[in-house]
């Protein structure tokens, strides 16, 4: 082999090498882009998950709460109601005073009726 040849041997070596060099980086990049892939559809899988059993516990919270808002509001009715009969609800001392007064008239309307007879 001449120098010549020798020469152009060693830069077409160096010009595979090189060239091998671009294709790894290459390789590099893409190996790398498909695991950012699989990462991100893993990532999106998992927090479609996530959401989705959010959105259940969600739904079975709020449930709850409607059943515990009703009850509060059937007991509050309750104890209301028993206010009123026992006489203990927050009627004022007008309203006391004016429904008292339109039984008395009623009273009186009846005992007039009666003695009329």
């Known amino acids: 082999m001449t120098k010549l040849e020798n020469i152009k041997s060693k830069v077409n070596d160096a010009e595979e090498f090189a060239r091998k060099i671009w294709?790894?980086?290459l390789g590099a990049y893409g190996k790398?882009?498909?695991e950012v892939q699989s990462n991100f559809e893993k990532?999106?899988?998992e927090a479609t998950k996530v959401?989705?059993?959010l959105v259940t516990k969600g739904e079975a919270l709020e449930t709850e709460a409607k059943g515990k808002f009703k009850e509060k509001a059937n007991i509050e009715e309750r104890?209301?109601?028993v206010r009123k009969k026992l006489g203990l609800d927050k009627q004022s001392d007008e309203d006391k005073i004016a429904?008292?007064?339109a039984k008395i008239d009623a009273l009186t309307d009846v005992v007039a009726k009666l003695s009329a007879k």
């Open 79 to 81: 104890v209301a109601e």
């Open 99 to 101: 429904e008292l007064s």
């Open 51 to 53: 959401f989705d059993e």
């Open 32 to 34: 790398s882009l498909d």
């Open 23 to 25: 294709l790894a980086g």
């Open 43 to 45: 990532m999106n899988t």
